[in-house]
């Protein structure tokens, strides 16, 4: 799913950048990503519009990589693509969860139309969290609104907790009230 056309990009120009709150910067052009240890995987990836691709394999440089040695102590990270569209995460989700950097699907490069040169995959959470043609990752302490919220999808977006649309509440799961006692039969 794309807002709109798939985006040319000149691999000769392009690069993927990470900034601190702090404005310390770290990038990389396509050559130094490429040189950056490659890891393959498999995962299960989930989509709004009702599919999911399970055991897909992945290859890609994990986030907390290009995180490592950076000095912040920022709560959320702005994720942005060549398209301006842009995702806001939790941090603690790029550290802790497996995200990546990825360059290839299937054992292939990535297609223009699938986020080449590269994207970033958060495979805990509906794909309109992992930005296509990724251009940049602004670290910071304020939850900005993303793209997915402005189009009516939720900002977090969470499958096992069906969290598809906006004005979905945080969970779909009623709570259990274990402070009752249940009625006799």
Same mark, same amino acid.
């Given at each position: 799913?794309s807002?709109?056309?798939?985006p ?10 990470v ?9 990389w052009?396509?050559?130094e990503?490429?040189?950056l240890?490659?890891v ?7 989509c709004v519009?009702?599919w999911?691709l399970i055991?897909?394999?992945?290859e890609?440089?994990?986030v907390?990589l ?7 102590s920022?709560?959320?990270?702005v994720?942005?693509?060549a ?14 969860? %497996? ?23 958060? %495979?805990?959470?509906y794909l309109h969290?992992?930005?296509k ?10 939850d900005?609104p993303?793209?997915?919220a402005a189009?009516?999808?939720h ?7 069906q ?19 249940p009625?006799e039969?």
């Amino acid at each position: 799913m794309s807002r709109g056309p798939v985006p040319t990009i000149e691999l000769e120009q392009w690069t993927v950048t990470v900034t601190t709150e702090r404005g310390q910067l770290a990038a990389w052009d396509w050559a130094e990503l490429n040189a950056l240890p490659q890891v393959p995987f498999e995962t299960d990836v989930h989509c709004v519009q009702g599919w999911s691709l399970i055991g897909s394999s992945w290859e890609g440089v994990p986030v907390r990589l290009l995180l490592s040695g950076l000095d912040t102590s920022a709560s959320y990270a702005v994720a942005t693509g060549a398209d301006r569209y842009r995702v806001c995460l939790p941090v603690d989700d790029l550290l802790e969860m %497996p995200t990546w950097v990825v360059l290839r699907h299937a054992g292939h490069p990535l297609s223009p139309a699938h986020g080449a040169p590269a994207r970033l995959l958060v %495979p805990h959470l509906y794909l309109h969290q992992s930005v296509k043609w990724l251009t940049d990752l602004a670290l910071t302490d304020r939850d900005v609104p993303g793209t997915p919220a402005a189009l009516g999808l939720h900002p977090y977006g969470d499958p096992w907790r069906q969290q598809r649309y906006r004005d979905q509440p945080r969970t779909l799961t009623p709570t259990l009230d274990h402070s009752t006692t249940p009625p006799e039969r």
